[in-house]
């Protein structure tokens, strides 16, 4: 158990610092904005682990708050283009990073909607043992669900920490070649 | 080793120093207002991560630190908020965001 708190504190340690590192090295608005959200929701994630259960929700709330001011900003700031000029383009870092942040908040409504997210909760702080031996038919779904909610969770955790990484691979590229 | 994988107060603290350090850096060395003020925003959240952590190991109560962090979080919202409206009235009126262009303020 102590091995998943450590790497969960880890893992979100790095999506704080990389987070932070981007947001005060990227040259785009948008870009700052974007990370910032990130940084909120590992906040979140970080006050979380540490059972301060309001303030963690607060952040989260605050990065999805910022997620829908983001939306509007990119939809008032973003030059108007005709519809034959509109590239669509492949881009992996937002990819990985929308897709983190959609599995991220398919982990809680699932834990919400199923009433496990105490018990994830519990699991992140580390105050409760994964228990992963199905001992009787009632009880099948019930540790699937669970089971299911934490693999994805992790799973987000780990698409965050791959968009952070080719976030800061990419800024210090660019910045290199600019110098 | 074996303190790098038993995660204790010092691993948060340390956490929060790194933070308060890019923050602080950021602050100084950035001239745009905007990332300046996400600036101040990381470095409140890593006080608000400070007090989380002495609030989770030194307290018995667990709340004292928790209430600060919540306090934190609301100052840190309403500071964003009014900033953003001072950034928008500035940008009307210099056409700019930068902190080095802001000099004279009038009533």
């Given at each position: 158990m102590g091995n998943l708190v450590t790497i969960s504190f880890y893992m979100i340690a790095f999506i704080l610092v990389g987070a932070a590192l981007c947001a005060v090295f990227s040259t785009r608005i948008k870009t700052v904005l974007f990370y910032t959200l990130i940084m909120f929701f590992a906040f979140g994630l970080l006050s979380l682990q540490l059972n301060c259960v309001l303030n963690g929700a607060i952040q989260i709330m605050l990065g999805c708050g910022g997620a829908i001011l983001l939306l509007g900003f990119l939809a008032v700031l973003t030059p108007k283009k005709a519809p034959n000029e509109v590239k669509l383009e492949f881009r992996p870092r937002m990819f990985l990073s929308l897709g983190a942040v959609a599995m991220f908040f398919l982990t809680l409504l699932w834990a919400l909607f199923d009433n496990y997210l105490k018990r994830l909760l519990d699991i992140m702080s580390g105050s409760l043992v994964i228990n992963r031996e199905i001992s009787t038919v009632e009880t099948i779904s019930e540790n699937m669900t669970a089971n299911y909610a934490i693999d994805i969770g992790i799973a987000a955790i780990v698409l965050l920490l791959l968009a952070v990484g080719v976030g800061m691979v990419g800024i210090f590229k660019r910045n290199e070649e600019k110098m | 080793m074996e303190v790098l994988l038993n995660i204790g107060m010092y691993h948060y603290l340390v956490l929060a120093l790194i933070l308060f350090c890019i923050g602080f850096w950021g602050l100084i060395v950035c001239r745009n207002i905007i990332k300046s003020l996400i600036c101040a925003e990381i470095m409140l959240n890593a006080c608000a991560i400070n007090f989380i952590v002495f609030a989770q190991y030194l307290d018995a109560s667990h709340l004292h630190g928790a209430v600060f962090a919540v306090f934190i979080a609301v100052l840190g919202l309403l500071e964003l908020g009014l900033a953003a409206a001072l950034v928008v009235s500035i940008y009307r009126y210099k056409?700019?965001?930068?902190?080095?262009?802001?000099s004279d303020i009038r009533g």
């Open positions: - | 056409q700019s965001t930068d902190l080095e262009r802001i």
